[in-house]
């Protein structure tokens, strides 16, 4: 395997599902470290062999069941310190969920998934609230 001389960060992709006109949001809470059993946004690491739609799709599925939903590319994240393993920069990505699609069962590195009111959210991993806030200030549901 070959080493570069100089570090390349790693790229994520995050997802924010919304439901009931934009008032809930989907989180799952982590099932491994950094941030074993707190909540955040579905996602995870894009695989060499796909796109960031591809990744964001498949982390969504993984995570959550949930499947078929249109992602839009939102905005990128690449603070310095946005994951404590490494650095990463992360593509967000927002869907609008139908009613006949809410049901969702928690798989893979999640040990939860649960549908969270807006106004009455927990404390998310990563930079995941900064994330969020800056979702709803641009789809204008502040």
């Known amino acids: 395997m070959y080493?570069?001389?100089y570090p390349r960060p790693a790229v994520t992709v995050d997802i924010i599902v919304f439901r009931n006109n934009m008032?809930?949001?989907l989180l799952i809470k982590r099932l491994y470290?950094?941030?074993e059993g707190k909540w955040a946004l579905p996602g995870g690491f894009?695989?060499?062999n796909e796109t960031l739609e591809q990744a964001a799709a498949r982390e969504l599925e993984e995570e959550t069941g949930l499947s078929g939903i249109e992602l839009n590319q939102f905005q990128a994240f690449?603070?310095?310190d946005r994951d404590p393993r490494?650095?990463?920069v992360s593509v967000v990505f927002y869907g609008i969920l139908k009613k006949e699609q809410s049901l969702v069962k928690a798989d893979s590195d999640a040990k939860d998934a649960v549908w969270f009111n807006l106004n009455d959210l927990p404390p998310l991993a990563?930079?995941?609230n900064d994330i969020l806030y800056s979702a709803m200030q641009k789809l204008l549901i502040v």
């Open 3 to 5: 080493t570069y001389q």
């Open 23 to 25: 008032g809930e949001i």
């Open 33 to 35: 470290p950094p941030f």
């Open 46 to 48: 894009m695989d060499m």
């Open 78 to 80: 690449s603070a310095l």
């Open 86 to 88: 490494h650095r990463t």
């Open 126 to 128: 990563f930079d995941h």
